[in-house]
């Protein structure tokens, strides 16, 4: 008998509840979309963030100072270590083992640097970085290169010439440039031209062995700059860790990239966070205004059924099934609707699709039933309604 | 007669309109809200990115390359270009003088410290903390590392920014006498751990040939090269390498907008309209244009890592805003139609009553319409000032800054209302209106 008078009002009241279901259908879909970009935009915001560059340096503990200063460059075991961690089962590996597990605490890219200062072209003194070229559009993307990218860590033959340093020496890609350090020298081919607005402007960039060569300090590097991926708080983290296993060796977190960083991310966090909790709330409101109105229109039957003999429970139970239901089927499409919305607004803004929170359709789902059983709430104010009054007044 | 009824509908049925009246104006505060955080987010969080330190660097066109390793130039003291400082205040004149945040100058000389028995080889680098810097306007502008370096942390006190550095400075190297005025400045602090000061400390610096008196009023923390340094008044230091009134290197910290495709292109290809729009732009390349047209000398350079990462993630999020503030309307565009056509398809009955009493289809609908309109500024009035209210308060709370209120906003979420309710009731008007009274009547 219930469920048959259930059908019948459903089948009855297509028009009304169809309706009804697109605004609940609606205020799903935006409240599952953005709970799905809350929680997947921060984290894809500190990701281009990450592009502020390397955040923590490695080096000796001795002063900054120059190649000629063997104090200042190492080498060794310690680096190889280091330098591994680039690889897939390097350092996370061994980070497993302690607290830098876990979420963040990635090398997301790592170069090793040796600073010499080099004459050049008609007697002008610049610094040379011997690095991994191949690195640097992962490590500095912000790098603005007029000519090409070097790919591969072991030519020898090509360099990057910073824009200042081009400058002043009139080189343009594919130029010709002769580096001179003690008695030695290197022949080199321009690739491009570097401008980034930093020091990188005045220097010039080649492959570690370059260097190596150049200065007589084979194996040998000055500093080793890495991208770490997580908040600040798992970057120092990580730099503990890792000077642990590194004796002898200076690991710094840069602190004004951190710094910077957390208290743009805490903002990041408080905008959407405080964004998205608004308009859940006003949309949840919105659509429980629209039930109310629905369950209101229901004062005559409820007037009717309860003339015909019906028990005041039976029929409450009867309405609020009805929205049950009707909140049920919003939450369901509206959620997965919403996981539509928010895979493409993922693409257009960051480029790849948000990634998906499974616990987001239930609770949608749940919040949805329960706006609409709140809505069904006025019915209950029926139950000392006379049901002639009522007839007579819709009549 | 028609005003009546439609008083009549208000006041009979009070629960119905309110409801549609309040989903109505929660929808439009909802799309308001967003709308104005859309709006704010790129310029709010132009200023946030401040923190990121300076986005533009300037030196001498004619100064030698920098031999900078780690932070530490290696270049001979002597050797380079300067600039001069009178020239700072041109900064606040040009075209867009507000955008400029704050400016540094700096220079840098070798140093080396005595403590007991060790020796220190350091730098001390000479800045401006809180300076006022006067416009040829005639006003002030206060500006130093407090504005362009936030991140630098200092444990104690930062140097009194007006010292008298001249005077308190030379001593010849035989022992600084007990009375000797000292000068106060600030230690990096892993050079105060290495050596072994602390705040309050008076230590001797041997820069330049000569001796000076430093009192240690604070230690400073910057994750940098700074660390191993001493920052001193930057009169001191100018007074030290005998180059009064000039600097080496100014960082300048400026508001911009984004880089666009039209932004990025050469201005020199463009034509002299597109030049004017492209250098009344808060472009970060307009912005270093027009400091190097104030500057005589001056080589302004984008810092790219901090230019570019902001222009990518205020792209981003602006971008974010626009969609979620979009998908937000769409979302309150379907709730108000559907509690629009709601109410109408409710009303059937009476509907039918009035056609059975004569009452032509056009004067029932625009009965309805009358009333649909009513509503719709009503609630959209209401909507848009709770949304005003909502962008000032989320404003308040994320940024400290209320949201700007936009009058702007006002006719557009009116004009949306009414066409979003109209929308919403005309689909079921018209079945309405097409209705038999009879069979309505007896219930069908």
């Known amino acids: 008998m219930f469920w048959r008078l259930l059908r019948q009002m459903i089948v009855q009241g297509r028009g009304r509840l169809g309706v009804a279901l697109v605004a609940l259908v609606s205020g799903a879909t935006v409240s599952a979309a953005l709970l799905n970009l809350e929680f997947d935009a921060e984290r894809k915001i500190t990701r281009e963030l990450r592009t502020l560059g390397p955040n923590v340096l490695v080096r ?40 830098a597990r876990g979420e963040g605490g990635e090398v997301s890219a790592l170069a090793p640097s040796l600073y010499v200062i080099v004459r050049a072209g008609s007697d002008t003194s610049l610094v040379l970085s011997g690095t991994w070229l191949d690195a640097y559009p992962r490590l500095a993307p912000w790098w603005r290169v007029e000519g090409a990218w070097v790919t591969d860590r072991n030519d020898a033959a090509v360099c990057l010439v910073g824009h200042q340093a081009a400058a002043r020496m009139v080189l343009r890609p594919g130029s010709r440039l002769e580096l001179r350090y003690a008695n030695r020298s290197a022949a080199l081919r321009v690739a491009g031209i570097v401008s980034t607005g930093g020091a990188e402007d005045d220097q010039v960039f080649v492959n570690l062995p370059v260097a190596q060569e150049l200065s007589g300090l084979p194996g040998k590097v000055s500093l080793v700059q890495m991208s770490v991926g997580g908040s600040p708080q798992q970057v120092e983290r990580f730099s503990a860790d890792l000077a642990g296993h590194l004796p002898g060796l200076e690991v710094r977190p840069l602190r004004q990239i951190a710094l910077a960083e957390g208290q743009l991310l805490a903002r990041v966090h408080a905008l959407l966070f405080w964004s998205v909790g608004l308009i859940l709330t006003l949309t949840s409101l919105c659509v429980l205004s629209t039930t109310a109105a629905l369950a209101i229109e229901r004062r005559a039957d409820v007037g009717l059924m309860k003339a015909l003999g019906g028990e005041m429970n039976r029929i409450v139970r009867l309405f609020l099934a009805e929205a049950g239901l009707l909140g049920a089927a919003g939450g369901i499409v509206g959620a997965l609707l919403g996981a539509l919305l928010s895979a493409w607004i993922g693409r257009r803004v960051f480029g790849t699709a948000a990634t998906l929170r499974p616990e987001v359709i239930p609770l949608i789902i749940a919040v949805m039933v329960a706006v609409a059983l709140l809505g069904a709430l006025p019915l209950r104010l029926l139950g000392h309604v006379r049901p002639a009054a009522v007839l007579r007044e819709s009549g | 007669m028609f005003f009546r009824i439609l008083g009549e509908s208000f006041l009979r049925n009070p629960a119905r309109k309110w409801l549609e009246g309040a989903a109505l104006a929660l929808g439009m505060a909802i799309t308001t809200a967003a709308m104005l955080t859309a709006l704010d987010v790129s310029d709010r969080m132009a200023r946030e990115f401040r923190r990121l330190g300076a986005n533009l660097v300037v030196t001498s066109k004619t100064d030698t390359l920098p031999l900078v390793i780690a932070g530490t130039d290696f270049r001979p003291v002597e050797e380079g270009a300067w600039l001069r400082q009178s020239d700072l205040g041109k900064l606040r004149t040009i075209f867009w003088r507000l955008n400029i945040v704050g400016f540094s100058p700096f220079l840098e000389a070798p140093g080396e410290i005595a403590r007991g028995q060790n020796r220190f080889v350091t730098r001390v680098i000479g800045t401006w903390v809180d300076h006022a810097v006067a416009v040829p306007d005639g006003t002030t502008f206060r500006t ?37 005025p000292q000068l106060d400045a600030v230690f990096g602090a892993s050079l105060a751990s290495r050596a072994g000061i602390h705040q309050g400390d008076i230590i001797i610096l041997r820069a330049a040939g000569r001796e000076f008196r430093l009192r240690a009023s604070g230690i400073l923390t910057t994750g940098g090269p700074e660390d191993q340094a001493i920052v ?67 080589d302004v350079r984008v810092i790219r890592q901090v230019a570019d990462t902001e222009g990518r993630v205020l792209g981003k999020l602006s971008a974010l805003f ?5 998908t937000a ?10 509690a629009s056509a709601t109410t109408v398809l409710e009303r059937r009955r009476e509907i039918g009553l009035m056609k059975a009493l004569g009452a032509g289809r056009r004067s029932i609908l625009s009965l309805f319409v009358a009333e649909q309109v ?9 909507g848009y000032v709770a949304g005003e209210g909502l962008g000032f308060l989320v404003g308040k709370i994320v940024f400290g800054i209320p949201a700007t209120g936009r009058l702007v906003l006002f006719p557009v979420m009116m004009a949306l209302a009414l066409a979003v309710t109209l929308a919403g009731s005309l689909w079921p008007l018209g079945h309405v209106a097409r209705l038999q009274a009879a069979p309505v009547l007896r219930g069908e």
């Open chain 2, 329 to 338: 309307l769409l979302a309150a565009a379907l709730v108000i139609g559907s």
């Open chain 2, 374 to 382: 009513l509503l719709a500024l009503a609630g959209g009035l209401l």
């Open chain 1, 60 to 99: 000796t503990s001795a002063a900054p100072g120059a190649a000629d200063d063997t104090g200042a460059v190492f080498g060794g075991e310690a680096l190889d270590a280091l330098l591994a961690t680039e690889s897939e089962n390097g350092w996370r590996h061994k980070a497993a083992s302690t607290e």
């Open chain 2, 322 to 326: 626009w969609l979620v503030s979009l």
């Open chain 2, 144 to 180: 130093g590392v407090l504005w362009t370096h936030p991140w630098w942390k200092i444990e104690g006190a930062w140097f009194p920014d007006s010292s008298p550095a001249a005077g308190a400075t030379a001593e010849n190297s035989a022992g600084a006498p007990a009375s000797a």
């Open chain 2, 232 to 298: 001193a008044p930057l009169a001191f230091v100018q007074d030290l390498t005998g180059h009064p009134g000039e600097y080496r290197r100014l960082l300048v910290s400026a508001l911009t907008t984004p880089e666009d495709q039209f932004g990025r292109r050469d201005p020199s290809t463009l034509s002299p309209t597109e030049y004017d729009r492209w250098f009344c732009t808060p472009y970060i390349s307009a912005i270093a244009f027009q400091i190097k047209e104030a500057l005589p000398g001056a």
